[in-house]
T-cell receptor
Framework: DAGITQSPRHKVTETGTPVTLRCHQT?????MYWYRQDPGHGLRLIHY???????DKGEVSDGYSVSRSKTEDFLLTLESATSSQTSVYFC????????????FGPGTRLTVL | AQSVAQPEDQVNVAEGNPLTVKCTYS??????LFWYVQYPNRGLQFLLK??????LVKGSYGFEAEFNKSQTSFHLKKPSALVSDSALYFC??????????????FGSGTRLSIRP
């Protein structure tokens, strides 16, 4: 999975609790992305980053925040988790010689009860 | 706004037969087009891309895709299907006229099932 790790890989939490997912890359790529995957919706972009401390919203950003203090780490935070945020979350990176395509991490399965 | 459509939720093919997974797109500038494959409990894997040049693009695992500008399509093909090709396939598009940070939009996915 192209030097990308995500942690945790699985998490079960309760409604109203904060949750932070971590994406770590060893490729030194400039761009990082967070997606959620839900049946019938494909992948939808939550937030993305185009450099350290530079982030922007995607199409489904409500209820999520991100931070990128180092090139290699991109954190996704659910401030107060809701059942609608139960999903599989994927991190992706792009940059270097292959800046057009994105490479994906293994995913985090999050269940909000 | 850019968009991509995969009109078939599922495609069923017998092993050894040719396969096609359809994709159409809409983008205001030059389209950058991609195909990804997802195996169960895995992330998406990049298969191939079209940026410019030859309309027939060859990628991993014997897959190829044909860019058709007039029909705004980018169908994925393989001459002879294998059971191991069974997976979820995603088409994606980016507006090539925008910056490198511009977003890739993914289709909803097509499940390919190859029967022995």
């Amino acid at each position: 999975d192209a030097g990308i790790t995500q942690s945790p890989r699985h998490k079960v939490t309760e409604t109203g609790t904060p949750v932070t997912l971590r994406c770590h890359q060893t490729e030194n790529h400039r761009y990082m992305y967070w997606y959620r995957q839900d049946p019938g919706h494909g992948l939808r972009l939550i937030h993305y980053s185009y450099g350290v401390k530079d982030t922007d919203k995607g199409e489904v950003s409500d209820g999520y925040s991100v931070s990128r203090s180092k090139t290699e780490d991109f954190l996704l935070t659910l401030e107060s988790a809701t059942s609608s945020q139960t999903s599989v979350y994927f991190c992706a990176i792009s940059g270097g010689e292959s800046y057009n395509e994105q490479f994906f991490g293994p995913g985090t399965r999050l269940t909000v009860l | 706004a850019q968009s991509v459509a995969q009109p078939e939720d599922q495609v069923n093919v017998a092993e050894g037969n040719p396969l096609t997974v359809k994709c159409t797109y809409s983008v205001s500038g030059n389209p950058y087009l991609f195909w990804y494959v997802q195996y169960p409990n895995r992330g998406l894997q990049f298969l191939l891309k079209y940026i410019t040049g030859d309309n027939l693009v060859k990628g991993s695992y014997g897959f190829e895709a044909e860019f058709n500008k007039s029909q705004t399509s980018f169908h994925l093909k393989k001459p002879s299907a294998l059971v191991s090709d069974s997976a979820l396939y995603f088409c994606a598009v980016r507006d090539g006229g925008r910056s490198s940070a511009s977003k890739i939009i993914f289709g909803s996915g097509t499940r390919l099932s190859i029967r022995p």
